[in-house]
């Protein structure tokens, strides 16, 4: 991949809600669930963040305009359920074992 593609893919991805949390995709998208959603920090792009993403099943908004709130789902790593912190699964925020959607951290709780 040369260096304009790469730049090119960055751009794509930081152009399709660049600076948005889940509860605001929740909105932008129709309130449509459940909705995966991968983490791209300051544009990165690498197979790290690529093979892992949250699907959304259920989203409590709150605050001016519910631009903020908790949001609830899993955790998957290339393609299937997976331990948020595989090398740490008892301190997990979310396990491939949990049957509840857990609380996705750091999602725009706005606190």
């Not at 998208?29 to 791209?40: D, V």
Request: aromatic share 14%.
């Amino acid at each position: 991949m040369t260096e304009e593609e790469k730049q090119t893919l960055v751009d794509a991805v930081n152009c399709k809600y660049p600076h948005q949390n889940l509860t605001e995709i929740y909105y932008n998208i129709g309130r449509a669930l459940p909705f995966t959603a991968q983490r791209f920090p300051d544009g990165r792009v690498s197979d790290w963040y690529r093979n892992q993403y949250v699907e959304v099943v259920r989203v409590e908004p709150h605050g001016r305009g519910g631009k903020f709130g908790n949001v609830f789902g899993f955790y998957y790593r290339n393609g299937e359920r997976a331990d948020a912190y595989e090398n740490d699964p008892e301190h997990s925020w979310c396990t491939k074992d949990d049957t509840e959607p857990q609380p996705i951290p750091c999602c725009g709780c706005g606190s």
